[in-house]
């Protein structure tokens, strides 16, 4: 079993940044590949981005070139960090674990319980 925390959520202007982390603990941290997903209301959940064992990372589109996904394996961490902030950023942000190089949220094993980013206009 793998528990992850998020923290970090809050609201924010457009045009701002906020970093969330995910703190993990369990089994080993670094035997999983760390994935971001977002839901807005009435919205399915959505990948955002994921990284790799060796921080190799992926983004969705829309989030590309904005959001920067790392991991610290010493401190059991991965971050998100996003900035040039956008309204329809808003969503419950939450970090995932998993054993595939994957974006479908069915081939992640272990969530979080999600944090709220409110970006206004």
């Known amino acids: 079993q793998v528990q992850l925390v998020e923290f970090g959520g809050g609201l924010v202007q457009a045009g701002g940044s906020l970093r969330l982390s995910c703190v993990a603990s369990?089994?080993?941290?670094?035997?999983?590949?760390m994935g971001w997903f977002r839901q807005a209301p009435g919205k399915e959940r959505e990948f955002v981005g994921r990284?790799?064992?060796?921080?190799?990372?992926y983004y969705e589109d829309s989030v590309k070139g904005r959001f920067t996904i790392s991991r610290d394996n010493a401190k059991n961490t991965v971050y998100l960090q996003m900035n040039s902030l956008k309204p329809e950023d808003t969503a419950v942000y939450y970090c995932?674990?998993?054993?595939?190089?994957?974006?479908?949220?069915?081939?992640?094993?272990?969530w979080g319980q999600g944090t709220q980013v409110t970006v206004s206009s």
């Open positions: 990284i790799s064992r060796s921080s190799t990372t």
């Open positions: 369990g089994r080993t941290f670094n035997n999983y590949i």
């Open positions: 995932a674990a998993t054993i595939d190089h994957a974006t479908a949220a069915s081939l992640y094993m272990y």
